[in-house]
């Protein structure tokens, strides 16, 4: 059985940190592109990190690059996204996804989802 499990959200106050994780099991994550992505109540889902597990070519989206980076750990067969100067638009729910061909941020591109962690930033 395929699957993906993110773990880490929680509530944070404007300015904390969060490192999300996301840990595949039945897959291993070398063979794929993982993504993060997040969905805000009433808004569509947005891509805001990837990496090619095997070649750790990452990308951001502009919203939150050089506040979040994105790295892996192959042994742990797990992606994190270490989220730093966090702010009141970046609450939602976080999902990490993996693709087998996937190179960017379009949802569309990935195959496989996790069920999403929820991060609240509020003070």
């Known amino acids: 059985h395929l699957k993906l499990e993110e773990s880490g959200g929680g509530l944070v106050e404007p300015g904390g940190s969060l490192r999300l994780s996301c840990t595949g099991s039945?897959?291993?994550?070398?063979?794929?592109?993982i993504g993060w992505f997040r969905q805000a109540p009433g808004k569509e889902r947005q891509g805001i990190s990837s990496i090619i597990v095997m070649s750790e070519v990452t990308r951001y989206a502009d919203s939150v690059k050089g506040r979040f980076t994105i790295s892996r750990d192959r042994a742990k067969n797990t992606v994190y996204l270490l989220m730093n100067s966090l702010k009141f638009e970046d609450t939602a729910v976080y999902y990490c996804?993996?693709?087998?061909?996937?190179?960017?941020?379009?949802?569309?591109?990935?195959?496989?989802w996790g069920q999403g962690t929820q991060v609240t930033v509020s003070s």
């Open positions: 996804a993996a693709g087998s061909w996937a190179y960017g941020l379009r949802p569309d591109d990935y195959e496989y």
């Open positions: 039945g897959l291993t994550l070398d063979n794929f592109a």
